[in-house]
């Protein structure tokens, strides 16, 4: 089992983006530095988490990214689905039936056993990651990351954070001010 | 995030083998005939379970498969790591190190709480499957299971189990004696 690397960029880049102040984007590109990633690989999974609705983009030479709604509305689950889809990990092919002997579909009524166990894990799973918030991982940043690297985040989100006229209901949640 | 196909091929074939009588083994042919299988298919996720020690396999015309310990002493777990790999699913890339400014190593001496996070999730979806026993699967199958479907499971593992000569000490576990 394994998710896409995708995933810890986006969830990243939703820690940033909770980061900049009022209704203001981030271009792609800086994001992409930010982590130095690629991107174009990158733009990829931003373009995935606006279609999900988790990221505005905003059009323009002074557009890029922001958040579609505030932070604490922005759960892990909501960036793991968004990315990897919403599939379960498990899927049943139903092989209990292709055995030899044909038995009539009546029979499978019921789901397979095997099926709902792996199934609850997979709840399990989604439940421990729908109750963080992209707000609590701006908080622990803020508590328990190291001063330089906050003081060097939040530089480079003053930089590259681009203000902008039409008004937002996000709130801000800067680290630095927590 | 995706499971392969094996997964479910092996608790399967995990389940059946429960269901052998004594110290009997059962061929990898009948197994893959049992779920409509690839027998080359089956085989490699057979061998995977031999080497991670949750069967056997006994070699010879009147070898096959059985598990290596009472189905009571293997998990879904044991049988998901074994066929996936013990890595977790999320993998911490540490970009959060990659960004325009270099700092010391020694800021990034706490773990990311992105990771922390997803590993805590992961620990849930673990902590889920460790709780299901193969012998739970057996069980509810013979609770749950439509009779004709029993019937006809019992039927092939009566009809493909191969008794062995050396003694074991694993458990019987038949779903008509339950």
């Known amino acids: 089992m394994k998710l896409g690397e995708g995933v810890e960029a986006a969830i990243h880049c939703a ?27 990158l733009l990829k999974h931003l373009n995935t ?15 890029g990214y922001r958040l579609a709604r505030a932070a604490e509305r922005i759960t892990l689950l909501d960036i793991v689905l968004a990315v990897e889809g919403r599939e379960p990990a498990f ?23 095997i099926n709902a166990a792996m199934m609850k894990a997979e709840r399990a799973y989604r439940a421990a990651l729908a109750e963080v918030k992209v707000s609590d991982m701006v908080a622990t940043y803020a508590a328990e990351g190291d001063p330089r690297s906050i003081a060097a985040t939040c530089a480079f989100v003053e930089r590259h954070q681009r203000p902008q006229k039409s008004g937002s209901t996000k709130q801000i949640q800067n680290p630095k001010q927590m």
């Open 49 to 63: 988490l606006t279609a999900a609705r988790i990221l505005e983009s905003v059009p323009g030479p002074a557009g």
């Open 15 to 41: 820690a940033t983006l909770a980061s900049v102040e009022g209704n203001s984007t981030m271009p792609g590109a800086a994001l992409a530095e930010a982590f130095g990633l690629s991107p174009s690989y």
């Open 91 to 113: 899927r049943c092919g139903e092989i209990r039936r292709n055995g030899p002997v044909k038995i009539d579909a009546s029979a499978y009524v019921r789901p397979c056993g």
